[in-house]
């Protein structure tokens, strides 16, 4: 084999990877100096009819739980975006823009977000940096599920 073709084998193998499952994860902001905020976010099939992949996240926060909309994953590159579905009135929330890229082994995806704020009449762009590791995949949920089906449970009789 051709080292050329030899390359294509190894990256189409290399990226099969689904976002699809459980991520335990943090952001940050570019331009404050806080602590990451912690997340963690699960990532499912779009509903019938819908394309790509949607979900929800939970940020450890007062910002509380987000869904995730416009998902899409092209090889190894995802993006969504996360909307906060009951933030505290004292918050200024927008959509949240996520830009990802999975890692070779599928267990850890690190990107970039973006929003936009209306701030005293004028946009203000925040930006900042994610990552979050696997928790489980949604293909290791199916097969564990199958598996708990076919299991036959015998109690012990006294």
Request: charged letters at 25%; one cysteine or more.
């Amino acid at each position: 084999m051709s080292q050329d073709r030899e390359s294509q084998t190894h990256d189409s193998r290399r990226h099969n990877h689904s976002i699809l499952g459980g991520w335990l994860g943090s952001y940050c902001y570019r331009t404050r100096h806080e602590m990451p905020v912690r997340f963690e976010a699960t990532f499912s099939r779009a509903r019938k009819g819908e394309h790509g992949f949607g979900g929800a996240i939970l940020d450890d926060s007062p910002l509380g739980e987000a869904g995730v909309s416009h998902g899409l994953q092209t090889g190894p590159n995802v993006r969504f975006t996360k909307t906060y579905q009951d933030p505290p009135a004292e918050y200024e929330t927008a959509p949240v823009h996520y830009l990802g890229t999975l890692s070779d082994d599928g267990r850890l995806v690190t990107g970039t977000w973006e929003m936009q704020l209306r701030h005293n009449g004028k946009i203000q762009r925040t930006t900042g940096r994610w990552e979050a590791r696997r928790l489980w995949a949604e293909a290791e949920e199916a097969a564990a599920g199958r598996q708990s089906a076919d299991v036959e449970w015998e109690l012990p009789v006294r």
